[in-house]
T-cell receptor, first 116, second 115 residues
Framework: DQQVKQNSPSLSVQEGRISILNCDYT??????FLWYKKYPAEGPTFLIS?????DKNEDGRFTVFLNKSAKHLSLHIVPSQPGDSAVYFC???????????????FGQGTILTVHP | DADVTQTPRNRITKTGKRIMLECSQT?????MYWYRQDPGLGLRLIYY???????NKGEISDGYSVSRQAQAKFSLSLESAIPNQTALYFC??????????????FGPGTRLTVL
């Protein structure tokens, strides 16, 4: 059962515009969410995170929004740049609400392409 | 130098062969993980280890085994490879036992093809 879902396999945007990547989750016990970015031939790298006690976290061009009632989070990239073209994964701790953190459950990923 | 290294980077093997993928890290982290990535399925956890004497199964451990030889080394073995184990494999490390600081650091991946 996929507890973290990214239903859009791909997204294409123009340079300078906003990119919005979406993620839905089913486990209301998740208390922390992370976004990872992956370039071809490289491992994923941590991008930004958000605690469930917040509804927004911003880091430069990247902002993550959390809507707990809808069990939905989104990553906004403004303005988008060609170098942002990558696969983006959302993730949450696998043992939600428990004490054994460290394991992450990932969404399927969304391929973002930013055109010059 | 990379903090998390994986060898080999690419491997083609035949059904029934034994394969070992190796991971080394210089970050000094206690926690290490093995994931596989398949198209449309994201990253799925195979095994994880919270210290040298601690090994745990992830969500898809069948057909795999691991060995934590030292804090810095965590190997994944396929005892008898089968074609549906063709995937991209990632090793990762982390230091914390708190979700809000538990960023994982990934190696570059090993692309494994089983014919």
């Amino acid at each position: 059962d996929q507890q973290v879902k990214q239903n859009s396999p791909s997204l294409s945007v123009q340079e300078g515009r906003i990119s919005i990547l979406n993620c839905d989750y089913t486990n209301s016990m998740f208390d922390y969410f992370l976004w990872y970015k992956k370039y071809p031939a490289e491992g994923p790298t941590f991008l930004i995170s958000i605690s469930s006690i917040k509804d927004k976290n911003e880091d430069g061009r990247f902002t993550v929004f959390l809507n707990k009632s809808a069990k939905h989070l989104s990553l906004h990239i403004v303005p988008s740049q060609p170098g942002d073209s990558a696969v983006y994964f959302c993730a949450a701790p696998a043992n939600a609400g428990g004490t054994s953190y460290g394991k992450l459950t990932f969404g399927q990923g969304t391929i973002l392409t930013v055109h010059p | 130098d990379a903090d998390v290294t994986q060898t080999p980077r690419n491997r083609i093997t035949k059904t029934g062969k034994r394969i070992m993928l190796e991971c080394s890290q210089t970050k000094g982290h206690d926690r290490m993980y093995w994931y596989r990535q398949d198209p449309g399925l994201g990253l799925r956890l195979i095994y994880y280890s919270f210290d040298v004497k601690d090994i745990n199964k992830g969500e898809i451990s069948d057909g795999y085994s691991v060995s934590r030889q030292a804090q810095a080394k965590f190997s994944l073995s396929l005892e008898s490879a089968i074609p549906n184990q063709t995937a991209l494999y990632f090793c990762a490390t982390s230091v914390s036992d708190r979700a809000d600081t538990d960023t994982q650091y990934f190696g570059p991946g090993t692309r494994l093809t089983v014919l």
